[in-house]
């Protein structure tokens, strides 16, 4: 008979107090991430259909931003200024039960009334995404929300008049000199 070997065995506590580090898992640690880095906050992906103009607009817009704004940051500054504008519009009709003044009966209306060229009335044939902020995200479905219940806009409408607004803003504006970041180019929609 085999002589029974007891099953505890005596061990050395300084290595039972290290706990075990699986040799892939400190491999796939030290090895550097690839591909784009991560901004503060991952952007979110919104489906738009948009004209082939409009897609050569987005690439002219981002010549106009600041050195330290690129392409990636235009949906964004895009909604900001749609949502200044609508929230001016609250404001202008705030002691009425009306989100939306009344002489705005359609989505041309408002491209009129913001002195903005009428948009093509075919419907684009091509989508694309865009990448937003979370909160952009939010306020591009209010916006969405408020001109779809009032004027039956779908999203890439409503993105079309905000890259739209955004031109403008940079005609007007110019900030291609300027030193600002995405946060300053918001403050400043906002202010005016």
Same mark, same amino acid.
């Given at each position: 008979?085999? +002589?029974? $070997?007891? =099953? ?10 290290e706990?075990?580090?699986s040799?892939? $898992? *400190?491999?796939?640690?030290? =090895?550097?991430?690839?591909g784009?880095p991560?901004?503060?906050? @991952?952007?979110?992906?919104?489906y738009?259909?948009?004209?082939? /103009?409009? $897609?050569?607009q987005?690439? +002219?817009? @981002?010549?106009k ?8 940051d ?20 705030v002691?009425?039960?009306? %989100?939306?003044p009344?002489?705005?009966?359609d989505? %041309? ?7 903005? +060229?009428?948009p093509r009335? %075919?419907? +684009? /044939? ?7 902020s ?9 916006l969405?929300?408020t001109?779809n219940? @009032? ?5 890439? %409408?409503?993105?079309g008049?905000?890259? @739209?607004?955004l031109?403008?803003?940079l ?6 000199e300027?030193?600002?970041?995405l946060?300053?180019?918001r *403050?400043?929609?906002?202010r005016?």
């Amino acid at each position: 008979m085999k +002589a029974d $070997k007891p =099953k505890d065995r005596p061990r050395d506590k300084a290595t039972d107090e290290e706990p075990r580090v699986s040799t892939l $898992k *400190e491999l796939m640690r030290d =090895k550097p991430r690839r591909g784009r880095p991560r901004r503060q906050v @991952a952007r979110q992906n919104v489906y738009v259909a948009l004209h082939p /103009e409009q $897609k050569a607009q987005l690439n +002219a817009l @981002a010549a106009k931003l600041p050195p330290t704004l690129g392409r990636p940051d235009l949906p964004d500054l895009a909604v900001s200024v749609l949502t200044a504008r609508v929230e001016a519009l609250r404001t202008a009709v705030v002691g009425r039960t009306r %989100e939306i003044p009344e002489g705005v009966t359609d989505l %041309e209306s408002l491209y009129l009334l913001w002195d903005l +060229a009428l948009p093509r009335r %075919e419907q +684009a /044939e091509r989508w694309t995404s865009i990448r937003l902020s979370p909160q952009q995200v939010l306020e591009m479905g209010r916006l969405h929300g408020t001109l779809n219940a @009032a004027f039956g806009a779908n999203r890439s %409408e409503v993105f079309g008049l905000a890259l @739209a607004l955004l031109a403008q803003f940079l005609e007007r504006h110019p900030l291609h000199e300027a030193e600002m970041g995405l946060s300053d180019v918001r *403050e400043m929609i906002f202010r005016q």
